[in-house]
């Protein structure tokens, strides 16, 4: 079953980068087109960017240009660099793969704040 760890929390003012990491474990963690998501308050958790395992990504049109989705399979690491971030960013962010494992294959990690305020 894969595991997903997400890190690099933070608070930061409109215009503000931030970069995110999720680590990935478990065998088949190398196999899986990877993917950020987001839930802000009162929403339903969306689909941010995805990369396939050769590295090909797609991002929602709200981040496109601003984010940039990547990985590291010897690490079985994904980050996420999110940069020029406004207020509606806002949200707890996590990783999975694309679409989310069932139960039985994976499941998601507590995610990480980001906050975009000033």
């Known amino acids: 079953q894969v595991q997903f760890v997400e890190s690099g929390r933070g608070l930061v003012q409109p215009g503000g980068s931030l970069r995110l990491s999720c680590a990935a474990s478990g065998s088949t963690a190398r196999l899986i087109t990877a993917a950020w998501y987001r839930q802000a308050p009162g929403k339903q958790r969306e689909l941010v960017a995805s990369?396939?395992?050769?590295?090909?990504?797609d991002y929602a049109d709200s981040v496109k240009g601003r984010f940039t989705i990547s990985r590291d399979n010897a690490k079985n690491t994904v980050y996420l660099q999110m940069n020029r971030l406004k207020p509606e960013d806002t949200a707890v962010y996590y990783c999975?793969?694309?679409?989310?494992?069932?139960?039985?294959?994976?499941?998601w990690g507590q995610g990480t704040q980001v906050t975009v305020s000033s």
């Open positions: 999975n793969a694309d679409p989310p494992l069932i139960p039985a294959f994976g499941s």
């Open positions: 990369i396939t395992r050769e590295g090909g990504t």
